[in-house]
């Protein structure tokens, strides 16, 4: 029989510079297979071998390689066989990687920088120039080099760019941990003379970050690590790297900065400043700065790249030296502007996600700093660039990112050719994973707005939007389940989570971004808003067991189960030990469900719902806060804390429960899987008191819920807090005032992915229907018929007149992709095996849909469903992947169990208006 395929390593393909000793192998098995009954590895480390003989096992996801600890450097390669039902395989190709470097010891080159006597202004500081030059004496066999930073930093040897990593090392906690990039430079290395170089800028380090904007969150000074191992035939080694005879010097970035964008003079670019030779400028020796405490390790998650490129739809030119590109599709990433007219012209991109509404100029209201206290000197996602000549370089803005579809060119003698301008998205290189086509063209292309939308939001960390904070909000928590179905997350996921562990404070608080850049300055610093809120802190314990559940990594679960533990330990804490006011004065005497009610602190709430419950911010807002602060805010400053201080005077009992009941609950499961018994029954017990107590308040004596709003409702049904008995009162309750709100959503960011399937899964698929393919206002079609190209932070962020509200590109409203997935075409996880190895498909037709199909590409292989519904006849098609088995359940309640292979079901479609189809 055939071999496994597609070895995998940890999260991602074999790779180079790992740090991990002693790393776990996936793989998929052969086709047909049904189960695997055994594995053997066998494998080789630099003169090592070893071979693990049969391990009865039917593990084929993150199993230990069974090989010795790695040492650093050292080339690995193993290969797998199975035993299966169907016999013996063959050997599979090898997977081969090299360790990175893993002990401190390993590092002679120093951590360098350049010598500022005074640090610029934020927004103001250069992307520096850096220089080393090093001698190789003798053929060699291979070359790597091994670089991170405190900033970002572009990569070059000999002249030429290293690597295809952009904005590396990446956005990580830096105070933990800093991930080291390795690359293969065999081929640049040159026998005698040989530079490094290196561009490097203020990134999410110290530049301006999060939606506060203030500067040297880590730290107030850049560093570069660099490290370049070239191997001889004769085992020895050239070792070469940053250190003190390095140079430093300013090119052509003048500034650099993530929001204040990027300045250059293309003139001022030394030639051949990177490769060996006499070069230009004004250099300077560099710093040597002090090493960092982090560690320096590999990341699980791929590297941020450019993904695609984008040449305009269109270009408009409204006045002289002044042109408007569109792009057709809002992206993150950057623009490359060549053609840049005669040497000494002086031109400004300013990018937006949006047109004004007369659709004469960009509109980049969407860009604009949270609470408006902060503007770029060079205007709001702007960069700046003096042109070198006709002859000159193109622009290329490497080191800042922007969120936008639109860009307007100033300066530019034109005419601006399609040709010169070019949109280049840059984000998360996450394998693609979801695809899905209806009868319904419209719902093909929200899947693909989808698409974009989390593709946008995936930069080294899950962004909350591309424009105004690109910061890693935790409500990933609440978008994971929609982004794994596009892209494969696995390794994303597992980054981040180690950021937020990583930046939890010690009593078990996460905050609300991570990493976070100010640390210990979040209770302190301006505009700061309380950390370890409901709904957001609650993905240390969501986003791990939704990533288990979708890769199968228990030791994911291992890793962040002390983060999860102490979250949820803190909320029982503070439940414990606090009382809202307003309950405490209207019972003095505490019931005793009470100590398990999370009804004190600081939440958004149900944030941006459409119609919340109405009660004002404080009076004390000042009159002046619409207007922008660009020096100061003190006005701002006051604004905050009277919000923190209305916010926290507000009983969030309803919500902020439901969350601390969904946390302990999972966290009991998470116990279970984990083989923690005691904490399993613990957890559990905690779970049903909540639950007791919400139950307790929230539940009237005639069985409704005193919060009567749609969010309300959908908590209750999809974290189980109401009992059995209630679910169908509470889900036609559900429906009512979602007719009573004109057949409209009325949900915020928190439970806007759970209104489609909590409806369709409680007898209204109907209505989940007719939510879905609803026009007009507060509608998933709003964004088409609207032309957006993204999901938008708010249900109407483009209304009719081209007017628009807040970010463009949030994923909340992606979400959509859940119901696609999992009720139009029917795929969806079985709710106790994790990574699909057992999935159900059930179509749940409806809509006037006549036909759909997805294709999922699971851990296991890639599943296909696809159905039709013509003259009488139901028909569906599956294709299971090896391994793994599929329950299918059609419309007329028939159930068949499907193995490995493809398989055709027909039936008779359910009648209409049964809410089955």
Not at 227 to 247: K, N
Not at 283 to 303: D, F, G, I, T
Request: aromatic fraction near 8%.
């Amino acid at each position: 029989m055939s071999a496994p395929t597609d070895l995998r390593l940890e999260h991602r393909p074999a790779a180079l510079g790992l740090t991990e000793r002693s790393p776990r192998l996936s793989w998929r098995l052969p086709p047909g297979t049904r189960t695997q009954r055994a594995y053997r590895i066998r494998g080789r480390a630099g003169d090592r071998s070893w071979d693990t003989g049969w391990v009865a096992s039917d593990r084929s996801l993150f199993v230990p390689f069974g090989g010795p600890l790695l040492a650093s450097r050292e080339p690995v390669r193993c290969a797998v066989r199975v035993r299966t039902d169907a016999g013996t395989s063959a050997w599979s190709e090898p997977a081969a990687w090299e360790m990175g470097l893993l002990d401190p010891d390993d590092w002679a080159a120093a951590w360098i920088g350049p010598a500022e006597a005074e640090v610029p202004p934020a927004g103001l500081r250069p992307g520096y120039l850096l220089r080393g030059e090093f001698t190789v004496d003798r053929p060699i066999v291979r070359a790597r080099v091994y670089a991170t930073a405190c900033g970002l930093y572009e990569l070059f040897l000999n002249g030429e760019r290293v690597g295809d990593a952009e904005l590396a090392p990446g956005f990580t906690a830096y105070r933990d941990h800093l991930h080291v990039q390795a690359y293969d430079v065999t081929a640049a290395v040159r026998a005698g003379a040989n530079v490094l170089g290196a561009v490097l800028s203020d990134g999410w380090f110290r530049g301006r970050t999060s939606f506060h904007r203030l500067p040297d969150g880590f730290g107030d000074r850049t560093a570069l690590l660099v490290q370049l191992h070239a191997d001889h035939e004769d085992g020895t080694s050239t070792v070469a790297g940053t250190g003190p005879r390095w140079r430093a010097a300013v090119g052509a970035v003048k500034a650099a900065d993530f929001f204040d964008g990027v300045a250059a003079d293309l003139r001022d670019e030394p030639a051949g400043w990177s490769a060996p030779g006499p070069v230009e400028g004004g250099w300077a020796p560099v710093a040597v700065r002090e090493r960092p405490a982090a560690r320096l390790v590999s990341s699980p998650a791929p590297p941020v790249r450019r993904l695609q490129e984008l040449r305009p739809v269109a270009i408009t030119r409204p006045e002289p030296g002044r042109h408007i590109v569109d792009f057709g599709q809002n992206l993150g990433g950057w623009v490359r502007l060549a053609g840049l007219g005669p040497r000494g012209t002086v031109l400004s991109l300013t990018h937006a996600e949006a047109l004004t509404p007369d659709g004469t100029d960009v509109n980049t209201a969407s860009g604009q700093a949270t609470l408006h206290w902060y503007t770029p000197a060079r205007g709001i996602q702007t960069d700046q660039v003096v042109s070198a000549g006709p002859d000159g370089p193109a622009f290329e803005p490497r080191h800042t990112r922007h969120g936008f579809r639109y860009l307007r060119v100033d300066g530019h003698p034109g005419p601006l050719t399609a040709d010169a301008v070019t949109a280049v998205a840059v984000s998360s290189d996450l394998p693609r994973t979801g695809w899905f086509r209806c009868s319904d063209e419209r719902l093909d292309r929200l899947h693909e707005i989808a698409y974009w939308t989390y593709r946008n939001q995936a930069c080294d960390v899950p962004t909350a939007e591309i424009t105004r904070e690109l910061a890693g909000w935790t409500d990933f928590g609440w978008n994971i389940r929609g982004a794994r179905l596009l892209n494969d997350v696995s390794g994303l996921s597992a980054k981040w989570l180690a950021d937020l562990a990583a930046d939890q404070w010690p009593d078990g608080t996460v905050r609300n971004y991570a990493p976070d850049p100010l640390g210990p300055r979040s209770l302190t610093a301006r505009f700061a808003i309380p950390h370890g809120q409901a709904g957001f802190g609650d993905a240390a314990v969501v986003v791990p067991w939704e990533t288990w559940r979708a890769y199968g990594d228990d030791g994911l679960l291992e890793r962040q189960y002390p983060s999860m533990t102490a979250w949820v330990d803190r909320v029982a804490r503070i439940a414990r030990e606090r009382r809202h006011p307003d309950r405490r004065a209207a019972r003095p005497v505490p019931a005793p469900h009470e100590e398990f009610l999370w009804d004190t602190g600081y939440h958004f709430g149900e944030h941006l719902e459409p119609a919340p419950p109405q009660r004002p911010v404080s009076p004390r807002r000042p009159a002046s806060l619409g207007g922008r602060r660009t020096t100061w805010a003190t006005d701002l400053d006051s604004f905050t804390a009277a919000v923190v201080e209305e916010m926290e005077s507000r009983d969030h009992a309803a919500f902020a429960t439901a969350y601390f009941h969904r946390s302990a609950r999972l966290l009991s499961r998470i116990a279970g899987v984990l083989g923690k018994t005691g904490d399993a029954e613990r957890y559990g017990r905690l779970a049903d008191d909540v639950r007791a107590a919400w139950q307790a308040e929230f539940i009237t004596a005639d069985g409704g819920l005193a919060c009567d709003t749609q969010a309300t409702h959908l908590r209750a049904l999809a974290y189980g807090l109401v009992p059995e008995a209630l679910r169908a009162r509470t889900a036609d309750r559900l429906a009512e005032l979602i007719r009573a709100a004109g057949t409209r959503p009325g949900t915020g960011l928190p439970t806007t992915h759970l209104l489609l399937p909590v409806l369709a899964d409680n007898g209204h698929l109907d209505l989940a229907y007719e939510l879905l393919l609803r026009r007009g206002p507060r509608s998933w079609m709003s964004v088409i018929d609207n032309g957006g190209t993204t999901f938008w932070e708010t249900w109407d962020g483009i209304a009719p007149n081209g007017a628009t509200m807040l970010a463009l590109n949030m994923p909340t409203r992606a979400s959509v992709v859940e119901f696609l997935h999992g009720h139009v075409a029917g795929v969806r996880l079985d709710p106790e095996l994790p990574a699909y190895r057992r999935f159900r498909v059930e179509p749940r037709p409806g809509g006037g849909l006549t036909w759909a199909e997805v294709t999922y590409d699971c851990p296991y292989g890639r599943i296909e469903a696809g159905w039709r519904s013509e003259r009488g006849r139901f028909s569906l098609e599956v294709t299971v992947p090896p391994g793994t088995t599929a329950e299918v359940v059609l419309p007329d309640g028939s159930r068949a169990e499907a193995g490995p292979g493809a398989h055709a079901f027909s039936a008779r479609p359910a009648p209409a208006g049964s809410g089955v189809a």
